[in-house]
């Protein structure tokens, strides 16, 4: 099977399209596959601030309410369920 002349002029120009189009198609994953990692990324960074957020809020909650307990309370309380002494005979 040989090829003339004027058959090569038609198909080695469509070889390289196809080449090039399977070249796209390749890269189209990974394109796709970038884009998806970056609109994840943005994703975990806005949440990341939102919880950062809430945390700042609730520990300036807990840091006004601690300033106000620990004046009314002593320091060494008394701990509800623990015992004072420890018991050796066993």
Request: hydrophobic share 30%; charged share 30%; aromatic share 4%.
């Amino acid at each position: 099977m040989s090829l003339k002349l004027i058959e090569l002029q038609v198909a080695i120009p469509r070889t390289m399209d196809a080449g090039k189009a399977a070249s796209d198609l390749a890269q189209r994953g990974m394109i796709h596959q970038a884009q998806l990692l970056e609109q994840d990324r943005k994703k975990q960074l806005t949440e990341s601030r939102r919880v950062s957020a809430k945390e700042r809020t609730e520990n300036s909650v807990l840091h006004t309410g601690e300033h106000q307990t620990s004046k009314s309370t002593p320091m060494y309380a008394k701990h509800p369920f623990k015992g004072q002494e420890i018991d050796y005979s066993g």
